[in-house]
């Protein structure tokens, strides 16, 4: 037997992303078989990115609903890095791209991919490329804001990278890819 034979899979929904059952076998390190029923949210693979203008100082965010912020008693709106999904036939970097014209407005220069993570590997099958880029603010294609057709309303931040550390201090940042990208880019320095 492999380490892990996934048994059976069952989808339980299928609304934004599908939630599926999934029944394995998994061989433990001592050599006993135990069997195990998991549900797991299949998001597939994201992108972020976190521009940043190196002359000013600064960085874009942008601060957005988010429902399970809500279901936790916090306020309804977080302030996070760009990102979305990764649609069928585009690669992560198209991704952060169209996601920045889209909820940011602006053109990327120097893009680069800094890691890839999983956002939360016991109940999410979601792996996001975490991305730096510059901006120059004389590039806009737009105000930002999302695509209200998706049920986006995004509202551009432009901070220094310094108040962007302290708010993530003072627990206001608290979105984990954006905390990863901000201290990425200040151990970069």
């Known amino acids: 037997m ?3 034979e996934i048994e059976a899979v069952e989808t339980l929904a299928e609304g934004w992303k599908p939630l599926r059952q999934y029944r394995l076998r998994q061989r433990r390190r001592d050599g006993r078989v135990q069997h195990l029923t998991r549900e797991v949210y299949c998001m597939g693979l994201a992108a972020a ?8 100082g600064t960085v874009l965010l942008i601060r957005q609903f988010r429902l399970p912020a809500l ?3 916090e306020g309804p709106r977080l302030i996070e890095a760009c990102a979305g999904m990764v649609d069928p036939g ?10 920045s014209r ?10 680069r991919e800094v890691m890839a993570v999983y956002s939360s590997p016991g109940v999410v099958a979601e792996k996001v490329h975490l991305f ?7 590039r806009r294609t737009g105000p930002g804001g999302g695509l209200a057709e998706e049920g986006e309303e995004t509202e551009v931040l432009e901070l220094p990278l310094s108040e962007a550390w ?11 890819k954006t905390v990863l990208l901000l201290q990425h880019l200040r ?3």
């Not at 730096?132 to 004389?138: E, G, I, L, M, V």
């Open 132 to 138: 730096t880029a510059t901006y120059d603010p004389s």
């Open 2 to 4: 492999e380490e892990v």
């Open 71 to 73: 279901l936790h008693g």
């Open 102 to 111: 889209q909820e940011l407005g602006c053109e990327l220069d120097g893009v």
């Open 166 to 176: 302290d708010m993530v201090q003072r627990g206001e940042i608290r979105d984990a």
């Open 90 to 99: 585009d690669d992560p970097a198209t991704t952060i791209r169209k996601e």
């Open 49 to 56: 990115v976190l521009p940043h203008d190196p002359g000013r």
């Open 187 to 189: 151990l970069q320095g």
